[in-house]
């Protein structure tokens, strides 16, 4: 992660202050100190979200830089139109972590361990075999999951944002995200053991965002 915070660091203070349509019209300018800032801003995200769809770090690092230099050489043919930098950002990610997968021939996998067994560990130890076989079921029941729902749970439990945050990155209204976000829990319900099913929230005990 130090590797890629070396390679673009703002040494402009004062461009912080500025929007991010501030910096992009700036950066189209040719300021590369004004794309240093939006680097800034948003590598922990882009690098986070990376990660969860890899599952390594050597390989988030990889393509999180060639998400920001990509993002830098086509940063002319961006217009906003609707669309944050932040969702344009994601969808390059997105495309990038999916020829990722394609040139690699592997299976979408969202390592999403340390999430899911924060909100699972108990601390009886004669729960440990119990609790195993549970974190297999449900990573079983994530990895068989359509991409672009694995896509909305890291989005939605990783990276924490909003429904209509979510939407404006996969191209889908807050209320088509709704829906995908149900339909998805609901799916994970049926596809896990009975008594894992009482660890995922039921559809009317979702929170709205």
Do not use: C
């Not at 599952?55 to 690092?61: I, K, R, S």
């Not at 086509?74 to 950002?89: K, N, S």
């Not at 119990?130 to 990895?143: I, Q, Y």
């Not at 729902?149 to 945050?165: M, P």
């Amino acid at each position: 992660m130090m590797n890629l915070r070396k390679r673009l660091l703002p040494s402009h203070k004062g461009l912080k202050r500025l929007s991010d349509s501030e910096l992009v019209v700036l950066a189209r300018g040719g300021d590369k100190e004004a794309f240093g800032v939006l680097y800034e801003r948003y590598l922990n995200k882009i690098y986070n979200y990376v990660y969860y769809r890899t599952g390594n770090h050597h390989d988030a690092e990889d393509v999180t830089a060639r998400v920001f230099f990509r993002a830098m050489s086509h940063i002319e043919q961006y217009t906003e139109r609707g669309v944050p930098f932040q969702a344009w950002l994601y969808r390059i990610a997105h495309n990038l972590v999916a020829n990722w997968h394609r040139d690699r021939g592997r299976r979408k996998v969202i390592p999403l361990d340390e999430y899911i067994a924060a909100s699972l560990r108990t601390d009886a130890p004669d729960k440990k075999a119990e609790e195993d076989e549970e974190l297999d079921a449900l990573r079983a029941a994530m990895r068989a999951l359509p991409e672009e729902r694995q896509q909305l749970l890291v989005l939605k439990f990783v990276e924490r944002l909003s429904n209509a945050e979510i939407g404006e990155i996969m191209d889908r209204t807050e209320g088509a995200v709704k829906s995908l976000y149900h339909r998805t829990l609901l799916a994970l319900r049926e596809a896990m053991e009975p008594n894992m099913r009482d660890e995922l929230p039921a559809s009317s005990e979702i929170k709205e965002s």
